[in-house]
């Protein structure tokens, strides 16, 4: 399976401050991810199928296993670089790959979406906690029970 390197300038996670502990760590779990990609090779295989349909194509099959191999394909080469993506939770912060920070007191609202935690700062920021086993947990913990 093919490797991506994280890019230089966004691969490194925020380092930690003096005296700050890390209270909760949120990777991306595979079995998210997996089921996440076929769902969107179902959905979008089907509306190629039907598309198919309605233009009279003799093959509308072609449909399906097209957006099945395309998606699989995308998911299996990205997978190196989406599994690898590891949020931080610290008495401070939350702490996101490439270098993002968002300081707990701007932390508006963490809510569950589509398997992945949205979470809106009080500037209005949005960031994306992506694969997730359990969103509802995840938005829970970063919202200290409000979501």
Do not use: C
């Given at each position: 399976?093919?490797?991506?390197e ?20 949120f ?5 998210a ?101 359990d ?13």
């Open positions: 399976m093919a490797r991506i994280p890019d230089s300038i966004h691969g490194h996670a925020a380092p930690l401050q003096a005296g700050e502990r890390v209270e909760a760590e990777g991306a779990d595979r079995v991810y997996w089921r996440g990609h076929l769902i969107l090779a179902v959905v979008l295989g089907t509306a190629a199928g039907l598309f198919l349909l309605w233009q009279g194509n003799p093959y509308p099959v072609a449909g399906p296993f097209g957006a099945m191999l395309a998606i699989g394909a995308r998911a299996a080469y990205l997978a190196s670089e989406a599994l690898t993506e590891v949020w931080r939770l610290t008495d401070r912060r939350l702490l996101g790959p490439g270098g993002r920070v968002i300081p707990r007191g701007q932390i508006r609202s963490a809510r569950p979406f589509l398997g992945a935690v949205q979470i809106t700062t009080t500037t209005g920021d949005r960031h994306l906690i992506k694969y997730q086993a969103p509802s947990a995840t938005a829970a913990r970063i919202g200290g029970g409000r979501t």
